[in-house]
């Protein structure tokens, strides 16, 4: 059996709504179509295809990291997600990868998922 492609990742909260808009507002990702599952949940979509699977009603103490350390996503305008970030005062790393230029920033999420986003390198960041 070969893999064709990454279907979605699925992160576990104690706040389905807030990190609806967590992703939302960060990500641009959408909320959209989801099984009727007997458990609380969203799925957030990005260009039509479900990437993001967030299942609900876990107490906190459950959301634990597992041995998957982060997802990443491309993106685009990073200037405008770094002021995005700061706005919401989310902490973040943005570093420059030194033999292509890619930009990374790495973040978490309000469940503790880390997230990386990758920028080409001919987007500018300000000093």
Known sequence: MAVAGMNHFTILTDDVDSTVSFYGDLLGLEPGPRPNFKFPGAWLYAGGQPILH?????????????????????????????????????????????????????????????????FPASERVDA
């Open 54 to 118: 967030i299942v609900g009603g876990r107490p906190r103490s459950e959301l634990k990291a597992g041995v998957i350390d982060h997802m990443a996503f491309s993106g685009r305008d990073l200037a405008a997600t770094l002021a995005q970030l700061k706005a919401q005062s989310v902490e973040y790393d943005c570093r420059q990868q030194v033999d292509t230029g890619l930009w990374q920033v790495f973040f978490l999420d309000p469940n503790g998922a880390k997230i990386e986003l990758d």
